[in-house]
Nanobody, 126 residues
Framework: QVQLVESGGGLVQAGGSLRLSCAAS????????MGWFRQAPGKEREFAAY????????YYADSVKGRFTVSRDNAKNTVYLQMNSLKPEDTAVYYC???????????????????WGQGTQVTVSS
């Protein structure tokens, strides 16, 4: 049974930082590129960050580029999202997801992923 469990969310003031973690089990983690998505209230889920299976390449949404950093530790089956200089508009539920292996190059597309975590709430106050 595949499980992706996010943690590290919380309430932070604007300009602050948070580090999210996503612990994976039940899948060949080191073979799977991973993505981070977020969903704000009343909005669609959107792409935030992506990391290839060995961590050599990363991709970011323009809205988070330069502030967020995605990384992974394959020995721990964990992917991270370091979020700095947080803004109120970063408030959302953050989800990690495992790339299904279609390798379409559409890492920003929800359909590229076959497993999702339950999400962790990040709230940024102004």
């Amino acid at each position: 049974q595949v499980q992706l469990v996010e943690s590290g969310g919380g309430l932070v003031q604007a300009g602050g930082s948070l580090r999210l973690s996503c612990a994976a089990s039940g899948l060949a983690f080191s073979a799977r590129p991973m993505g981070w998505f977020r969903q704000a209230p009343g909005k669609e889920r959107e792409f935030a960050a992506y990391i290839t299976n060995r961590g050599r390449n990363t991709y970011y949404a323009d809205s988070v580029k330069g502030r967020f950093t995605v990384s992974r530790d394959n020995a721990k089956n964990t992917v991270y999202l370091q979020m700095n200089s947080l803004k109120p508009e970063d408030t959302a539920v953050y989800y990690c997801a495992a790339d299904s292996g279609k390798y379409s190059g559409r890492y920003y597309d929800l359909a590229e992923y076959d497993y999702w975590g339950q999400g962790t709430q990040v709230t940024v106050s102004s």
